[in-house]
């Protein structure tokens, strides 16, 4: 009797909450509408094997994704469930245009890349590379909308957690831009070239100069398939590792000429806004 009570009258432990598992599966469909008060997107989907057949749902999306969708666009991403939770992330354009084009470009930078062999960095001097990516607003850039103007480059990733590299890489950019104006330099465009095209679509890159206040209209951030990413690594000299789960690179920033030759270079953090503005008016 004594054990049934005391089995009885013990408290009995709560039991852990235990959060629910986190599932991905690839998802491509077509954007029906764009919801900005909700923050979400309805879109038209294929069937995604072993999970649900095609069908027409509403996901939530993050505010960078949201500011670039369009109806009729098509789209591929992450379909991401967290118990009752569905949300889109790593949103890519998945038109056969765009797509087309990004992969036929990529095609001919690693080609390129290949035949210069040793030689594949690029000195000042030598002329600027042809590549295609997406930018912010998720529209394909070619390197020629940038002929007959002078372009600063850079290669940054928007994770970046060191003050010093990326964050301060963007704060000179901007600065530059606004020396730039005032200074009456009129055909500069500034390009900030993500080191991290596997987490920096389109729609990060967007909110990223979003929440920064940048001006976009001279000032694109790109990002696209990683082997092209690569390619432009190698051939602009920037080194990139991962080194404890973290991305561990070198700072590069470049002045191409309105006739696309390399004609000024800095490395690392600490260069002068002034003089890259100097160089533009001299140019």
Not at 30 to 56: C, Y
Request: proline share 5%.
């Amino acid at each position: 009797m004594l054990v049934v009570v005391a089995t009885g009258c013990a408290k009995k432990r709560p039991a852990e909450s235990v959060a629910p598992a986190e599932e991905r599966y690839p998802l491509r469909g077509e954007i029906v509408s764009v919801n900005s008060d909700r923050k979400t997107l309805t879109v038209s989907h294929e069937a995604i094997p072993g999970f649900m057949p095609a069908m027409t749902m509403e996901f939530d999306v993050a505010d960078g994704d949201l500011a670039i969708a369009k109806p009729g666009g098509r789209i591929r991403a992450d379909l991401v469930r967290t118990g009752d939770d569905f949300h889109l992330e790593k949103i890519w354009p998945d038109d056969r245009v765009s797509v087309s084009s990004i992969a036929a470009a990529a095609g001919a930078l690693r080609q390129d890349t290949m035949a210069r062999g040793a030689k594949a960095y690029r000195e000042v001097g030598e002329e600027f590379p042809d590549f295609a990516l997406y930018d912010q607003d998720g529209r394909v850039v070619p390197a020629g909308r940038f002929r007959g103007r002078q372009i600063m480059l850079n290669f940054i990733f928007t994770r970046c957690p060191v003050a010093t590299m990326c964050p301060a890489a963007t704060r000179r950019m901007m600065a530059v831009q606004q020396a730039a104006r005032a200074a009456g330099v009129t055909n500069l465009e500034l390009v900030s070239i993500t080191l991290d095209p596997a987490f920096d679509t389109p729609g990060v890159l967007q909110e990223y100069a979003q929440v920064r206040g940048i001006d976009t209209g001279n000032f694109s951030f790109l990002t696209g398939p990683e082997p092209a990413i690569r390619d432009l690594l190698t051939q602009f000299g920037v080194i990139t590792a991962f080194q404890d789960g973290l991305l561990k690179h070198s700072l590069t920033t470049l002045l191409i000429n309105e006739r696309g030759r390399i004609v000024h270079r800095a490395d690392g953090s600490e260069w002068l806004v002034d003089e890259f503005v100097e160089k533009m008016r001299k140019e």
